[in-house]
């Protein structure tokens, strides 16, 4: 999922992701649907399972500003709730769009970057395994 879509972003506030292991707690993991707004410097408001922005932080991305409060609710449904709460709020509220996005500028641009050389270390690590085993294998066979 690289693709950016474009007039949507154009047209809309921030993300609202669901991830795929929402509901499984002790699995820390994320996906490309967490990434695209990492990356693409966009708000987001994010079904996960709970403690998951803790995760990110170790990572390096900054989530303070992000109006996660949800994040440490352990019931499913509780924190759903309190989602659904949150997009109520913000909803069309300029003024409250335009805080938000001044609030977490900083943390989205920092974020944007983190993925950024997070993606390039992962892809260098990947093909440099990659040519080890290539290396390897034709030294078995050469």
Do not use: M
């Amino acid at each position: 999922s690289r693709i950016v879509p474009e007039s949507i972003y154009n047209n809309s506030h921030f993300d609202i992701v669901a991830e795929s292991q929402s509901l499984r707690d002790s699995v820390n993991f994320t996906t490309e649907k967490t990434g695209k707004p990492l990356s693409t410097g966009r708000f987001f408001i994010w079904y996960n399972s709970p403690h998951k922005v803790e995760y990110l932080k170790k990572f390096g991305f900054e989530l303070q500003d992000y109006l996660c409060e949800y994040d440490s609710i352990v019931d499913d449904n509780d924190r759903l709730e309190a989602i659904f709460e949150l997009i109520k709020e913000i909803d069309d509220n300029e003024n409250y769009i335009k805080k938000i996005y001044k609030d977490t500028k900083e943390a989205r641009i920092h974020n944007q970057e983190v993925f950024k050389k997070l993606s390039n270390t992962t892809t260098s690590d990947i093909l440099s395994w990659t040519d080890k085993q290539i290396d390897t294998l034709g030294n078995k066979h050469g």
